[in-house]
């Protein structure tokens, strides 16, 4: 049997473990989630090289102004488009991001409280007569704060949820008036 000096040690030192491995877990997640955002940005702006390089030439070989409009409100839309899909695409690695997060800080808490309670639960065993109380005090203590993470977790969750919910509302927003300008610029073009 451990005395309550040993118990202790042993749970700073599991909880120390258990605060380096939901570091290292968090770091490797936010790594992958950079690598992403790399990745994306490098082939959208292969891609907008080689599509702004076209429609340079498609522009520079216009006959007259008409056609050179025409050329420009054609384009228009599905640069908007392409602008939108990079949000989309940059949102959700944002937001997978952040549920990785959240999941991965969940299980690491989970784990971390299962020990205290485990240490709790030895540590009253073992407890002299007489501090039932600060026993009564320290298991509040911890109840308290699984408490405050779980509310902590719920509410970080809603504020994904509204984030979500707002890119989807502006996403909409953008796509309406970009068709307004493309269908306005057409229109201009077909009455000259």
């Given at each position: 049997?451990?005395?309550?000096?040993?118990?202790?040690s042993?749970?700073?030192?599991?909880?120390?473990?258990?605060?380096l491995?939901m570091?290292?877990?968090?770091?490797?997640?936010?790594?992958?989630?950079?690598e992403?955002?790399?990745?994306?940005?490098?082939?959208?702006?292969?891609a907008?090289?080689?599509?702004?390089?076209?429609a340079?030439r498609?522009?520079?070989?216009?006959?007259?102004?008409?056609?050179?409009?025409?050329?420009?409100?054609a384009?228009?839309?599905?640069?908007?488009?392409?602008?939108l899909?990079y949000?989309?695409?940059?949102?959700?690695?944002a937001?997978s991001?952040?549920?990785?997060?959240?999941?991965?800080?969940?299980v690491?808490?989970?784990?971390?409280?299962?020990?205290?309670?485990?240490?709790?639960?030895?540590?009253?065993?073992?407890?002299p007569?007489g501090?039932e109380?600060?026993?009564?005090?320290f298991?509040?203590?911890?109840?308290?704060?699984?408490?405050?993470?779980?509310?902590?977790?719920?509410t970080?969750?809603q504020?994904?949820?509204?984030?979500?919910?707002?890119?989807?509302?502006?996403?909409?927003?953008?796509?309406?008036?970009?068709?307004?300008?493309?269908?306005?610029?057409?229109?201009a073009?077909?009455?000259?």
């Amino acid at each position: 049997m451990f005395t309550v000096p040993e118990q202790f040690s042993a749970a700073t030192k599991a909880n120390f473990e258990t605060q380096l491995a939901m570091l290292n877990a968090l770091t490797a997640k936010a790594f992958e989630s950079v690598e992403k955002v790399i990745e994306l940005n490098v082939n959208a702006a292969r891609a907008s090289f080689e599509e702004s390089s076209e429609a340079a030439r498609q522009l520079l070989a216009a006959k007259d102004a008409q056609e050179f409009f025409s050329l420009s409100a054609a384009q228009a839309q599905p640069n908007a488009e392409k602008a939108l899909a990079y949000g989309r695409h940059l949102a959700g690695i944002a937001s997978s991001t952040q549920a990785e997060f959240a999941k991965t800080a969940e299980v690491q808490v989970a784990e971390a409280t299962r020990k205290v309670s485990t240490l709790v639960d030895e540590v009253t065993k073992n407890a002299p007569a007489g501090s039932e109380n600060a026993i009564a005090i320290f298991k509040s203590m911890i109840g308290n704060a699984s408490a405050g993470y779980e509310q902590f977790t719920r509410t970080a969750k809603q504020a994904v949820d509204t984030i979500e919910a707002n890119m989807a509302t502006a996403t909409s927003q953008f796509v309406k008036t970009t068709e307004k300008t493309t269908a306005a610029t057409a229109r201009a073009t077909r009455s000259k």
